[in-house]
């Protein structure tokens, strides 16, 4: 301990967590430009390649491509052979980085990144004006980042597990059931659930035009639109109805009213429907959440969730990591008085809601 208070231990294991925590900011842009330049994807095969050779196969310069490596190298993305000069991503990595359709896809995290640091100047300002940011008001690669991040989630869990956790859900989608996914951004779990149960129909709807046209061109694409449809409406006032089956995906946290949202799901909802609020993982005092998963959301939640809610009427401003105690609370206030707590992973809980 110095004269001043200062602990010199602590202070310099603070700083040696400010190394890891500046390399893994400083590494995101570099991850944005091996996405975008398909240079995860040139080296998917996990053969060694030289600056050059990845250079010359993704048509860049190989000064560049030689810096990105070595930076990729000392961040444990890519490995390194001194012995010849290559360079290789293991199976693990291009995994993660590389396969668009894989559960374990990461790259759509930086672009969410990207829109977020882009967005920060307004975000800053609303600290002091108090007033809110809406989803739609975000640079564009917010929507597609959203999308490429959660989808890989959502491809692993969300018919396999999350709507067999649900009570009698799977039975009727099989036979035959009208779904409302609310909130759907670019629809990836709209779209996934079509994929899954040809027999029923689904309605997309989301208050964001841009990302309604989005999604209803990725219906066209997945070859399901006959059985999807996309609309522009705020969770209040969807139409459709009545719905077996009505989702949110990460997105009632978001809303202004999540309780108004509730007593609209309740009237469009079947007698015996049922209500499946995925929102993020999160424990109900803030002591739980203190860990590497609560840092991530609660910057989603500062940055996007918390100022999107508050652009909104009510503007109750949940935020990302509200709980489970809070939420059944808000489910409630709309009429849902059965909320169990259905599936979990370590990023997201699955509330089973019914009236
Ligand atoms: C975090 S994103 C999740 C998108 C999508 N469900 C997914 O999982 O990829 C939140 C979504 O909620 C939408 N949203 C926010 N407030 C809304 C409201 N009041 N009514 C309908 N959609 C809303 C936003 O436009 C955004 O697409």
Redesign the pocket.
């Known amino acids: 301990m110095t004269a001043t208070g200062i602990d010199e231990a602590k202070l310099e294991q603070f700083m040696g967590q400010f190394v890891g925590d500046f390399g893994a900011a400083m590494t995101a842009p570099l991850v944005m430009i091996g996405d975008k330049l398909g240079l995860y994807k040139a080296m998917a095969d996990s053969e060694p390649v030289t600056p050059a050779q990845l250079a010359e196969r993704t048509e860049c310069r190989e000064r560049y491509i030689r810096e990105w490596l070595c930076q990729q190298a000392a961040s444990g993305y890519v490995e390194y052979n001194a012995a010849d000069g290559t360079f290789r991503l293991p199976p693990e990595q291009a995994m993660a980085l590389a396969d668009e359709n894989s559960p374990a896809f990461i790259p759509g995290a930086f672009q969410l990144l990207a829109a977020v640091v882009k967005d920060e100047p307004q975000i800053t300002e609303r600290f002091r004006s108090g007033e809110g940011f809406g989803?739609?008001e975000h640079h564009h690669d917010l929507?597609e980042g959203?999308?490429r991040f959660?989808?890989p989630g959502?491809l692993a869990s969300l018919v396999e597990s999350w709507l067999p956790a649900l009570d009698g859900v799977v039975e009727k989608l099989k036979q035959g059931a009208r779904v409302a996914?609310?909130?759907?951004?670019?629809g990836?779990?709209t779209i996934l659930m079509a994929n899954a149960f040809p027999a029923s129909t689904f309605v997309g709807?989301?208050?964001?035009d841009g990302?309604i046209q989005a999604a209803r061109a990725s219906a066209e694409r997945a070859g399901v639109a006959d059985r999807v449809s996309f609309e522009v409406?705020?969770?209040?006032d969807?139409g459709g109805g009545p719905f077996d089956l009505v989702c949110?995906?990460?997105?009632l946290h978001?809303?202004?009213?999540p309780a108004g949202?509730a007593r609209h799901v309740r009237d469009v909802l079947t007698e015996d429907g049922t209500w499946m609020v995925?929102e993020p993982f999160a424990g109900d005092s803030i002591e739980e959440n203190l860990n590497p998963v609560g840092r991530i959301f609660y910057s989603g939640s500062t940055m996007?969730?918390t100022p999107?809610?508050l652009s909104?009427e009510v503007g109750l401003a949940l935020g990302a990591q509200a709980g489970e105690q809070r939420l059944t609370e808000v489910l409630g206030e709309g009429g849902f008085s059965r909320v169990r707590r259905a599936a979990e992973t370590p990023f997201n809980i699955v509330l089973e809601a019914r009236p």
């Not at 996914?181 to 670019?186: E, R, S, V």
């Not at 709807?205 to 964001?208: A, G, L, R």
């Not at 409406?233 to 209040?236: L, T």
């Not at 949110?248 to 997105?251: C, K, L, M, P």
């Open positions: 989803w739609h929507f959203t999308e959660f989808r959502y996914d609310i909130g759907c951004g670019h990836a779990s709807s989301d208050y964001h990302s409406s705020s969770a209040k969807f949110v995906f990460d997105a978001d809303m202004g009213d949202a995925v996007l969730c999107a809610s909104q």
